[in-house]
């Protein structure tokens, strides 16, 4: 791991994987219409999905009948 990615975990910001400009935009700008940050929206679907409350659909996110 370089210094900049090292800096960044022990800071608590993470990086996925896999995940397209396309649905990282578009997260991006419903978070922004509903105002909040994508930041939360993350954190929402962490704590519901340890919670036991939400289970991730077997569709890939791409998909347009994919959601939380």
């Known amino acids: 791991m370089d210094k900049e990615n090292r800096q960044k975990a022990s800071t608590g910001t993470y990086r996925i994987r896999g995940v397209s400009r396309d649905v ?5 700008l419903r978070a922004a219409s509903q105002g909040i940050t994508l930041r939360s929206v993350v954190l929402q679907a962490l704590q519901a999905y340890g919670a036991g409350t939400w289970t991730p659909s077997d ?3 791409a998909s347009p009948t994919h959601g939380i």
């Open 24 to 28: 990282h935009r578009a997260a991006q």
């Open 59 to 61: 569709v890939p996110p």
